[in-house]
């Protein structure tokens, strides 16, 4: 708690979870952060080792900050939280999250048992963010990356739609009818991916 215990440290240590993220990006994400909060959070966790900032290659040329090897391994507390979090009696599904907020419930809430026999790469497209998760062995690797060739793939306007279908479990054909969003390709694959997720049982 002393290196990531400070309001939003946590939050950005999420964000910067899946890849490197530039300042700008970082603020559109955590709504209510400012911009003297942000930079002050990104240099106390830069002078524990959590993150790094890194120039991006010509064309872009623009800064990121992404995290350590040490900093990612932090992704193993988060899911620990989140997991906690989701036995909350008044844990919501259906509240706004982040896309990595979403991508990183999917990896904390997956059966890994159910999940094992399965393979496939589904894509995921939020918010103007797109990710392939790699479904194998009974995990689910996400990154960003085009989803262009993936057998399955999700596609919603806000990331929280993807939290109705995985876990409030609301039927495919009626989630499909909310505007912009779409279930393209493999539609077995589809049904087997959205049973693998369940809340955990409410603790009152």
Do not use: C
């Not at 790469?121 to 995990?139: N, P, Q, R, T």
């Amino acid at each position: 708690m002393e290196l990531i215990g400070e309001r939003w440290s946590m939050l950005i240590v999420r964000e910067l979870m899946l890849g490197g993220r530039r300042f700008s990006d970082l603020r559109a994400r955590l709504a209510g952060l400012s911009a003297k909060v942000l930079t002050e959070r990104l240099v106390g966790l830069e002078q524990a080792g959590v993150l790094q900032k890194r120039v991006l290659p010509p064309p872009a040329a623009s800064r990121i900050y992404e995290l350590t090897p040490w900093g990612y391994h932090a992704e193993f507390a988060i899911r620990e939280l989140g997991r906690w979090a989701a036995r909350s009696p008044a844990h919501d599904p259906t509240l706004p999250m982040t896309p990595v907020g979403i991508m990183l419930s999917m990896r904390t809430l997956i059966d890994p048992v159910a999940a094992r026999p399965l393979t496939g790469m589904i894509g995921f497209e939020a918010d103007g963010e797109s990710f392939v998760g790699h479904l194998g062995g009974g995990e689910l690797n996400i990154v960003r990356g085009d989803t262009a060739g993936v057998d399955l793939l999700l596609r919603m306007r806000a990331p929280e739609e993807l939290g109705i279908l995985l876990y409030a479990k609301v039927p495919v054909e009626v989630w499909e009818q909310g505007e912009g969003r779409a279930i393209e390709g493999d539609r077995e694959l589809a049904r087997q991916f959205i049973d693998l997720f369940a809340l955990p049982e409410k603790i009152a």
